[in-house]
């Protein structure tokens, strides 16, 4: 039923020759210029008041879902690049309170606490800043005249502050795969890559509620993360996983969605399709596209749910926290049905 | 229209004697055992699916407003209880893609950022384990036992992840009383307090959208945030503020709201109406009431929204980062009307 | 030839019977009131003026050894009790500098930095608040009445800011005992146990320069570093390695050093002699003994020093960094020779 | 009697064309090239182990002085730069052993803690990639190319890991000049410009022990630090300070000393002599002459020592934390006499 947009016009894909094919597709799907060249939304353009009015009339019974992950010390992540778990610390706690040592008045106690944590460290958008391709960021801005160590001056978080509200469409790959797969849990294996086909085919299965279209909040469930909490995290933050491939970035274009997010840290499929490249589709969908991308996200609840009442779409509030300047943002985003 | 939530049974307020009057009004207000033995979510149990699917109904435009401040260096922290500003720095920038030493192949580059805060320094919600009375936290529980080290083991932030979504209720006090008190500015002055009758007042004037009952979210916004943008910070985090009246415990307690959040550092008039006493509105409403406060939220925005159509009711998603155990949450409140 | 201090009062050594063998050696090691009532000092009282004095006539060479691992992202730690490695970043860089946008006038740039850590990351010291025997710590003071969410108020390791100076003492177990055990590097296994006999026969062995006494600071070389620098960390921040014997707590107690330090995480053996304890010789030394103790030294360079020269004397200062209130404080220790 | 070194080569000095005399100056005391193209420590080089064993030789008390003002939340910082006070929190405390919930066997209970800080924000070095001129390193390297977003990569702290030991000179200005400059307090005003005269006069009347040489580490006590101990910080952190004029730079090169520190913020007379100018005598000493500066020290303890005894020498001790790739660091400078 989305085969009214068509897909057929992808650029060779040649997982030998990955500097070809990553510039083959930056071309094919860049929205460079499309929204003007002072633009700092990039995708999220496609997501008005509009849509999110008929967003919020998606809203009959009330029931909400945080598709966050726990923010703690427990999470995914081992040091890569600096990102550690987030470290949170008491200043005050309650057992200071009964000690008497506070210095409060009339029996007043109190407890407070701080944090440090990567932006990127649990559930979380990217935001335009994060990816550049040879020096390129969102819009076609010098890399380096966006993100300096004042943080991203042009299209920092913040920007998107107000902006991600709107209708969610889950898709929940491991489900809907699970049977031609022969999985035994509904989770797609590492490594499996989600083609432009397969999306079309979770669609059709799902049903009428599931259809993508412009200004969409897309959401994939590959089941990974449901296997994290089952077996542990072992390489969940930077290894092999289950995701979007680098094949369906024409799809994503094509279909105007406003954002992505996924159940895995890295959104598309790993090891990567195009040998010794590291993440080509982040390549081509934050600064060729304007894509916003959500990662690690904990869409198991909401799945269960849709699964089962047959209806795969929601409002969506995924308000990033908006710190000036930051590349990302852990966010609790909420699905209301 | 309001008055038939009768307040007139207010405890004896002394200022001279502030112990028994923090006494007397936790007696009045207290909701312990209300929920259960087991309760950890307070007012927030007054607001249910059946009250998110009409505040959804209230979407009619579409459009949306961050009730955030900014998070960034520039806040109003002075280093009080060791609470600064955020520190954000990055870990890799646009100028380091461009210089070209990240070690990442065919072109690819990344930013990356991490901060380190207070979760209380900016726009937030204070948890139910953030403030004790006499050594006791939210139902009853012994403050020694819910907030240790390893942070609130009861109330934890995560426990309300989802659950703050609902009809937010806009109370302008600096707009409605500008014009009896002869302000230049839509902005209380410090040290101003609003009594119960002076809310009833704000919601007469405003009229009937202003309505406050059952499990809303309240929004005051005194206009201390608009003055501090034009004047600068000066003891906004922690000085005399316009704020909540001790006496409007009653008036909080009985209109069943399920939260209240105001655009000061710390929701409550101050200096305080009690001689030598600290934060006693807190220490009834947090402990005793189990009442959710956002403090220093940007109601700017959507307050000039209010003044032109006349509405002051919103659906208001505003969840918490649900960091295992905070005592409070950085906050990006999102009002869609 | 240090026969003359006997450790044969040594208390009944029951592994099954981990409580009162612990029990009863806190007895026999115990220092309470040794140096008063109001005592923050503990062994250190032992290194007088007129140590350093002597300490200093040690320096006949000039040369200088840095006793500390790097502090960086690459270090050991993996979380355990919210441990992380250092996670440092930039605030400025000479990237930003030659980019233009740093706002100094003439020419001038900057960089600059921020650090988050533990402070027990890397090499350190153990403060005499670090641990508790049953509630007590360090002369005998209830634990909650010196360390609370304030930092130690009593012995906060900015007591020792001056006084880590003297003469230390290395015994290279790795090397002496190589020998004999058949090793094929100068690097004990994991597990093996420094009892009382082999620390005597390693000072015979080693020579004279070797004699252990009153106000020295002694350090122990397990060879454990070196074995994670030739094959990586693998368990070496809380696992199973070489180190102290809780035999040898008579042993350090009677000869009156003033500090100890190893080249391990934890300085006594692990696992641990005693059925199912966990540190107990930290909970015999730190509490009763009042001894400081040095973790995750680098003392390879300095052992090849000494192998080469004879000589296993030097002139240490390691002064802790004097965070107010912290219960153990990173250092980098300077033997000079 | 310092006289025979010469500093009327000194170039023109134009207090309305900063960019000229900078130019100048930075080419009279230039280092670039001195140690060969890869040198790494500046003049370090001057200290060798000669003069390390002729400074040990100076104790002959064993009485020790820290040199390091306390690591804590009130500190001087305001957050410019995003420089905070130090935020030292526990992750553990003696209450929680108390309490009993820590998970340890047998009794053991343990305190722990965690730092966030900048590497500058009280007693430090500043590290040779601190500041830069016209995009220029030390030793004429390109700055970006020595300090990216992983740190300094060439000059990083580390490399000074266990080089500053050695003879320790103060030159106590506050008390010097007291007595000429009609001082209350043996403190210099805020803006008083230490010119080499002042310098030499200083070195004249405190007397033989007060000559400065090749590889000496001068201290410099204008007294600052004890007005702001007394009357509080005020701007201490970057505000107006006493300090080495920008033409002391000569004086300070031709001694050929290895480091210089004071008790100031910025080592050098604020505001500064030259119009417009932000750091000029940095921006000479660090990139051009190579110098490793100190700053914020706490002299007070030494200089009254030095005052009584009329001995202004001792051996120091002053080794920064290795964190790798660091421009700064955090220090206890130990001073023995």
Not at 3 to 27: K, R, V
Not at 56 to 74: D, I, K, R, W
Not at 139 to 147: D, I, S
Request: aromatic share 8%; charged share 20%; net charge negative.
């Amino acid at each position: 039923m989305t085969s009214d947009i068509t897909t057929d016009t992808s650029p060779a894909f040649d997982p030998e020759n990955p500097a070809a094919t990553i510039e083959a597709m930056a071309h094919r799907c860049s929205n460079w210029g499309r929204w003007g060249e002072d633009d700092v939304h990039g995708t999220l353009n496609f997501l008005d008041d509009g849509a999110r009015v008929r967003a919020a009339q998606l809203v009959t019974t009330g029931q909400t879902f945080s598709l966050a992950q726990p923010f703690n010390a427990e999470g995914p992540q081992k040091g890569w690049r600096r990102r550690t778990n987030p470290v949170h610390t008491m200043t005050d706690t309650g057992l200071d309170a009964e000690y008497g040592d506070q210095g409060f008045p009339f029996g007043f106690g109190g407890a407070d606490d701080v944090i440090a944590m990567p932006l990127q460290c649990s559930t979380q958008w990217d935001g335009l800043g994060h990816i550049f391709d040879h020096g390129r960021a969102w819009n076609g801005r010098r890399a380096g005249g966006v993100v300096t160590s004042e943080g991203d001056q042009v299209t920092g978080i913040e920007t998107a502050a107000d902006r991600i509200v709107g209708r969610a469409v889950l898709l929940d790959a491991g489900r809907a795969l699970a049977g031609e797969l022969g999985l035994e849990y509904s989770e797609l294996p590492d490594g499996f890559a989600l083609t432009p086909d397969l999306l079309d085919r979770i669609i059709d299965q799902q049903g009428v509620s599931s259809q993508v279209g412009r200004g969409d909040i897309l959401l994939v469930r590959t089941g990974q993360y449901s296997r994290a909490r089952r077996e542990g995290w072992g390489d969940y933050a930077g290894g092999a996983a289950p995701g979007l491939s680098f094949r369906s970035a024409p799809w994503l274009h094509d279909r105007e969605i406003a954002a992505i997010a996924t159940d895995t840290w890295g959104f598309e499929v790993r090891p990567t399709e195009l040998n010794g490249a590291f993440q080509p589709l982040h390549q081509i969908v934050i600064p060729h596209m304007g894509l916003y991308i959500g990662e690690m996200w904990n869409l198991d609840d909401l799945a269960e749910y849709c699964a089962r009442t047959g209806r795969y779409e929601a409002f969506l509030v995924a308000a990033p926290l908006p710190v000036t300047g930051a590349v990302g943002s852990p966010v609790n985003p909420i699905a209301v049905v």
